[in-house]
């Protein structure tokens, strides 16, 4: 089996800027609420008409220029979402049109928050057993064409962004450990009911809002807390590492309260967690994405370093990964 490494990451945010003022005139909420129990001070939205493919491409570009490949060379592209331009054809064929990287072949995973991690095991796979010699992964949502803008519980947390990365063999150092979990009995505590073949679009359905995320959040805050840090146990194990290696843990950022209870957990310094809620609040797949590329290329992620990715959704999935980078 060969070791799998990143060697180019990119992120594109939107430029739209969507402050907590903005939603204190939409729905009954605070800056301060926001703040306090979240983390999040703004977050980006897409311009109208604008899909999860077209920031894709915009992060990809950045990711393939910063790896030294051309698009051409290309042999896979998986594209993480839970905001696919339609339900087919898939956001990585779309993404394969706009960048012409004719050779590559290309696919969507679904796994919600956990959906970058879940591509970036997908694509070591198959360059680990050297079925393809490189891979574009990429996280991208459009997440506020799913949220219901009345309902203050849910749409003062969301945004749109995308991160990519590029995955080739490395001679030392690259992916360590993964691990994956899933657990449908939970599957109602985070979904988009309508739109599926379960409720198909209907007048009755659009009136309903069920084409919009439904959440229960406190119950997934703990859940959140507990899988998250036992995926980097577990990762961490695997990788005959202790947390006290760890130089940066990229997270899923979902709330910024939820990464501190798991750094607690974990006896974790705050300081090694990479945040960037506070900016785009919680983008799903890009979260991951964008966090990684941000602290790449700010370099606070150095050769060498220990970087643990841990992400959780909806499904239930998490999953986490350490990458000696
Ligand atoms: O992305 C992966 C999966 N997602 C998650 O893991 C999300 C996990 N959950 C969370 O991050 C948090 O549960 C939330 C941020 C969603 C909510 O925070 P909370 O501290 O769990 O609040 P809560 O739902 O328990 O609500 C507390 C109060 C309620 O009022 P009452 O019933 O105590 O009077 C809510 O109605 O806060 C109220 N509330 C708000 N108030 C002002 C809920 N949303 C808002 C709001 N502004 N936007």
């Known amino acids: 089996m060969k070791k799998v490494g990143i060697i180019g990451v990119g992120?594109?945010?939107p430029k739209n800027v969507l402050t907590n003022a903005d939603l204190e005139r939409k729905v009954d909420t605070s800056d301060e609420w926001i703040i306090t129990r979240t983390g999040i001070k703004t977050r980006r939205l897409v311009s109208k008409g604008q899909a999860a493919s077209d920031l894709g491409i915009n992060a990809a570009k950045k990711a393939?220029?910063?790896a030294g490949l051309a698009a051409e060379e290309l042999d896979l592209i998986i594209v993480a979402t839970i905001t696919p331009d339609m339900q087919f054809p898939s956001t990585a064929c779309f993404v394969q049109q706009g960048l012409k990287a004719v050779n590559a072949v290309c696919f969507d995973v679904s796994a919600a928050c956990a959906g970058f991690v879940y591509a970036l095991v997908v694509a070591q796979q198959f360059i680990a057993v050297g079925t393809y010699k490189n891979a574009l992964i990429i996280g991208s949502e459009v997440l506020s064409t799913i949220t219901d803008w009345k309902d203050?519980?849910?749409c003062v947390l969301f945004g749109d962004g995308a991160g990519a990365a590029v995955l080739v063999p490395v001679k030392s150092g690259g992916i360590l450990s993964t691990v994956l979990g899933s657990d449908g009995r939970l599957n109602e505590l985070l979904q988009l009911p309508a739109g599926g073949s379960r409720n198909p679009a209907t007048h009755k359905s659009v009136e309903e809002r069920l084409h919009y995320i439904k959440m229960r959040g406190n119950e997934l805050f703990k859940l959140a807390v507990k899988?998250?840090?036992g995926a980097a146990q577990d990762a961490l194990k695997l990788a005959g590492l202790e947390c006290k290696d760890i130089d940066w843990v990229i997270?899923?950022?979902?709330?910024?309260r939820i990464l501190m209870s798991m750094a607690k957990k974990l006896d974790l310094p705050v300081e090694k967690i990479y945040l960037n809620i506070d900016k785009?609040?919680?983008m799903s797949s890009a979260s991951t994405a964008t966090a990684l590329c941000e602290a790449v290329k700010s370099k606070s992620i150095k050769k060498g370093d220990i970087v643990l990715l841990d992400a959780f959704g909806g499904g239930l999935v998490w999953g986490a990964c350490v990458i000696k980078w």
């Not at 997270?251 to 910024?256: D, G, L, R, T």
């Open 11 to 13: 992120e594109y945010l």
């Open 64 to 66: 393939l220029k910063d």
């Open 152 to 154: 203050r519980n849910t």
């Open 227 to 229: 899988l998250m840090a």
């Open 251 to 256: 997270p899923h950022q979902a709330n910024i």
């Open 280 to 282: 785009y609040g919680n």
